[in-house]
């Protein structure tokens, strides 16, 4: 049989190539004769009877339990030894002996090879014997080689001159810090543990204290390696894991509670497709190349790399960009003729990555469902079912896949980061604004379609695209594929001011929350400085403090304001260098206060000392 084995090894799809192309080729090149019986009690027993008769030893197979009542006249309930061995009866052949089981059971491989037979409805040991079906799919570790993939292909090749299964997916071991896990050496965990958070590892962390469920575990499972690579356990990647599938619930609680808010009812509102903008429609179009990037690496059983995708899309494509940049026009107070479009479209791309999401997290998509899309499914022109599993896989729209747009946000996403890194690596905050940034293209550079993006992620007054960029000592350079980019640092009063007014804001905002104060609700603020030019920075950007910390109310004065009783009350340590004009953190202003020496503004590097450094505080209250 082994030249035949070979052939139909060729037809079996391996995941990964080799475990096929090499491992199990080699072991059906020198291939043996398989001892189909050993000598122990608990098992299968095989179904064979010999009569006891030496001059006669005729054998008898039996095939099914019908025929051996037919046959013997009885069949025990339970077929297991030593029911079975009880069942005799006189030899037909010679009729002198008696017929009688061997005692032998069968290898549990020949067991595990016949489950084209056992998963059969009926099965009578004749007309059912070759009407079994292929398995499309079947998974099993490294060790399985020599074990159930050969007994399973052995067996039908040798009953019925077929493969039995289409589709081969081999796994690796089990590793714990690249260790195979023992129990007799302590490094063994079991899954269930891993699932309550009850290992040592989870509990004697802090952070990692809380992680449990199943889910996470299934998601990190199925990602952490290769096919037919090892598996090495890692406490760290499955504590991430956990924050990714908090990150999906928490995208899902936030977007359902932007809809509530807005009263948003999706059986009443679509969007127009000829009225998307450019972010929307990419938006669109990731979705639809993420369901064909899915359903193509599913349909291949490239199933590691199915979470990357879905990690990639739900957290860099939709938590922290497509929300993010329509964070104003989702919000309550919004009355951006947008929104409720917007609204729309977010509603559709969550429910088709909930479908993605589902085979990998069955219950967290089920809990998603259930809260958010099953009375509103119809909505999407799908009919309501009781359970998101019983919905279909989502289909992709050729047509609406934009790879140049997608390309372009990828560049421009690129550009972002880049400029991001430029301001870290020079001590310049992102809220701290800049003047202006060059693109020097490259060669093949794409176009610059979301100039606007980059000027607003990057907290950059203009943007200009140009040939040959003049190097000075005011501009950064960082290179990338596509591009040089030089970023202006040179500051004037207007960027100060807004540098010192972004950090009040922020400042002011982490008080209301910090005093519990609710969004949009309406305070008074008095915000007060002895310092001429900052008093002048905050009166110059009065409107714009109002609106961001909604204050009704606003007076500035020129003294250092104290606390009060039943308002909130905070306070700035300002970089006394006005070029420079830094917030700086408490326990820098700590440190001063101690009389230390050489203490330096994190930013500009000037020395400080606490007679020098400026203040802007500021108090405020509910309006009544």
Known sequence: MKEELLKKN????????????????????????????????????????????????????IGSAMELKRISGQCPEDLHRPWIDKVTWKCKKCNKGTKKRIPDISDVWLDSGSVVWAAQETYDGESHYDSWVPADFIIEGKDQIRGWFNSLLSSAMLSSDRKNYHACYMHGWVLREKQKMSKSKGGAINPEDIINGSIEELQKKKSYSQIKGVETFRFYSIGATQPGRDFNFSVKEYADTFKILNTIWNVYVYANEKFQLANFDPSKTTYDLNKLNKLDKWMLSRINSTIKKITELADAYELPWITGELRDFIL????????????????????????????????????????LLTPVNPMLAEEIYQKMFKNNISSLGLKETKSIHLQDWPEYDEKLIDAELEEKMTFTRDLIEEVRALKDENRIRLRWPNKKIFIEPKENMPDLEFAELIKQMGNIKELEIKKNVEPSENLLKKETKYANVYLDVSVDDNIIAERVVNDLIRNIQYSRKKNKYNVGEEISLEIGTKTDYLKKFIEKQENEISEKVTATKFTAIQKELSQENDKGFGILHICPNKQCSASLKDNIYSKLKKKKKDVKCPYCESQLSEEAIKSISFLFSKVK
Not at 19 to 38: E, I, P, V, Y
């Open 10 to 61: 060729e037809e079996i799809y391996w995941i990964p190539d080799w475990a096929g192309n090499r491992w199990f080729k080699s072991w059906l090149s020198t291939l043996k004769d398989w001892c189909l019986s050993r000598q122990r009690f608990w098992g299968i027993p095989l179904s064979i009877w010999i009569c006891d008769n030496e001059e006669c030893k005729d054998i008898t197979v």
């Open 316 to 355: 860099n494509d939709v938590s922290r960009w497509f929300i993010m940049l329509n964070r104003e026009k989702l919000d309550i107070y919004s009355d951006d003729p947008d929104k409720e479009q917007i609204m729309a479209l977010l509603f559709e791309v969550l429910y088709k990555f909930l479908l």
